[in-house]
Nanobody
Framework: QVQLVESGGGLVQAGGSLRLSCAAS????????MGWFRQAPGKEREFVAA????????YYADSVKGRFTISRDNAKNTVYLQMNRLKPEDTAVYYC?????????????????????WGQGTQVTVSS
């Protein structure tokens, strides 16, 4: 069983930055594609960013491209989301997700259903 614990959320002014971390338990992290999703009040959970098991491939939602960067440290079982130039519309609960230790093809990285393990989420609030 994989457990994911997010941290790093908080309140920040528009234009500011935050770095989210997701610590994973277990020995399968280094072979697992990982993703970040977010859910704003009254809205569906949406894709934000994802990264392949090696870190060689990354994927972003159009709304965050150029502002957010996903990365991972397999030695620390941790995936990160660096968020720069934050906007009030980035306000949401951010969730870390793991596909698990198997292959994931490109288009499925964007899909909630492709992820089998989820963290509890961390709140990000961006004030205007």
């Amino acid at each position: 069983q994989v457990q994911l614990v997010e941290s790093g959320g908080g309140l920040v002014q528009a234009g500011g930055s935050l770095r989210l971390s997701c610590a994973a338990s277990g020995r399968t992290f280094s072979s697992s594609p990982m993703g970040w999703f977010r859910q704003a009040p009254g809205k569906e959970r949406e894709f934000v960013a994802a990264i392949s098991w090696s870190g060689s491939s990354t994927y972003y939602a159009d709304s965050v491209k150029g502002r957010f960067t996903i990365s991972r440290d397999n030695a620390k079982n941790t995936v990160y989301l660096q968020m720069n130039r934050l906007k009030p519309e980035d306000t949401a609960v951010y969730y870390c997700a793991s596909h698990g230790p198997s292959y994931l093809s490109g288009t499925y990285y964007y899909t909630k259903a492709a992820y089998n393990y989820w963290g509890q989420g961390t709140q990000v609030t961006v004030s205007s």
